[in-house]
């Protein structure tokens, strides 16, 4: 749990969706899981446009931060290092199980300015237009899709690291994702560390050493978990690159869901607990 220095954040007293934690999914029939996708689209608006909760993924803003918020996701933008300092969005069922086709191309985010990097920066460079929130956790809605593709949510990744041991996580999360409450993601570079190799035509963009990636699930009892994972590929399992919330935060000198309260904060972050996680 890192110190707090936003003083106009606002905690809720009791944490939301103080619910047992369901019986894992991985057992229920993909049909049926269509099905409860779409009575949630139908009757819960806010698995539509998640934009309700989303406050509740982001992390404690640093002096001078500034956030973009888009329908699916929310994002700081470092036009030092011409990427995210992190991504934030929340994710449940109904998000994986959409009909929203998946986009052919990359484009520069409409929003920030100044602009972000170009697709073409990454041309031939040897790294991979890795994203931060994945496509495939945006299948429901054609925006949610689009902005995943906005180089906004792109960093530079190994090939390895990519189609890797990075893409098995996003599918496990995809896996984790519950039916009746969103799970809260942060992801994104680790921009701390000493980074001198850059990429670009365009545009100069760092090539993070280090990527993050933090869970949390307020069901109770409330749960979270880490991942940060070398720039390059791996062959073990996922499981061995899991950490407490808390050791994340002391590698990205972020301070990850501070809208707990300070009981639920300072047990779940510090506290792993990988028998709470289904990594089969």
């Keep these: 749990m890192m110190p707090h220095t936003d003083s ?25 899981r269509w099905l409860i996708a779409g009575v949630l689209v139908i009757l819960l608006p806010g698995f539509q446009e998640n934009t309700a909760l989303q406050h509740w993924a982001r992390p404690q803003l640093l002096a001078g931060e500034k956030v973009t918020q888009h329908a699916a996701y929310a994002v700081s933008y470092n036009h030092q290092h011409m990427q995210a300092n992190w991504v934030a969005y929340e994710l449940t069922l109904s998000h994986t199980l959409g009909a929203a086709e998946r986009e052919s191309r990359f484009v520069i985010d409409p929003v920030i300015r100044p602009h972000t990097a170009r697709t073409e920066d990454y041309t031939k460079s040897g790294f991979d237009r890795g994203h931060l929130a994945p496509a495939a956790d945006m299948k429901y809605s054609p925006q949610a899709m689009t902005e995943s593709f906005y180089t906004s949510n792109i960093s530079p990744q190994r090939p390895g690291l990519n189609r890797g041991i990075w893409k098995k996580l996003e599918e496990k999360i995809r896996d984790w994702a519950p039916a009746n409450r969103p799970l809260f993601i942060v992801t994104g570079p680790v921009l701390t560390d000493e980074l001198t190799q850059q990429i670009g035509h365009y545009n100069r963009i760092s090539v993070p050493k280090r990527f993050f990636k933090v869970v949390l699930d307020t069901a109770q009892p409330v749960r979270a ?34 809208h707990l309260s300070d009981a639920n904060e300072a047990q779940v972050e510090k506290t792993l607990n990988l028998s709470r996680w289904n990594f089969n």
């Design 8 to 32: 106009d954040s606002q905690r809720p007293q009791q944490d939301i969706h103080q619910r047992e934690n369901p019986p894992l999914r991985s057992s229920i029939n993909l049909p049926f």
């Design 225 to 258: 978990i880490g991942f940060v994972f070398q720039n390059l590929g791996s062959d073990r399992p996922l499981s061995a690159f899991a950490l407490s919330i808390d050791e994340v935060e002391k590698i990205t000198g972020r301070d990850f869901f501070p």
